[in-house]
């Protein structure tokens, strides 16, 4: 499967990131055609030495990378991608490739 | 589900990057009790500009944040750990966290 990876810095207000994600982002997401699985960190995000500087990261599967592709070129994916600009100050890295279980 | 992500930096020898991780790490890896998914890119990693500095990304998946600790502190966790330094010279940054789908 193709993936997005979403990597989230630590922002200022973590309540409000919180908030904005789960009831304006994940909803929004949900909307991309093609999306199969879409799974977000729950708790802290860390790393093996301790803390990390990420506050939250999601994986979002796709059958392929066409299909991830044209989810992120579809008004729906350009309306989550634009969301960012809204909770996502502090920086997010995204990350896309096809994967494959081994 | 837990996960585990490792996000390993472009290497010097690529190639020699990928024989020994595909024929070396990935069976070490496999051994890890209690390891329930395991993927890796196929292809290049990519962001939504173009290129990152990343050659390889890997999504390790687990029942719990329990389990993905005792996998990780296991003679054969350690040992995966350990196969790290022989081909991750470029950098490995690990991401450990407790997800769940949405």
Redesign the interface.
């Known amino acids: 499967?193709a993936?997005l990876?979403a990597?989230y810095k630590k922002p200022a207000d973590a309540a409000a990131f919180d908030a904005h994600y789960?009831a304006t982002h994940?909803p929004l997401a949900?909307t991309i055609a093609g999306l199969r699985?879409?799974?977000?960190?729950?708790?802290?995000?860390?790393?093996?030495q301790g803390e990390?500087p990420?506050h939250l990261?999601a994986?979002l599967s796709f059958d392929s990378?066409a299909a991830l592709q044209a989810a992120?070129a579809s008004p729906q994916g350009q309306a989550t991608?634009a969301d960012l600009a809204n909770f996502a100050q502090a920086g997010v890295?995204?990350?896309?490739?096809?994967?494959?279980?081994?």
């Open positions: 499967m993936k990876v990597l789960h994940v949900k699985r879409y799974e977000v960190s729950s708790g802290p995000v860390m790393t093996p990390s990420l990261a994986i990378l992120m991608a890295d995204l990350l896309i490739f096809d994967s494959k279980e081994v």
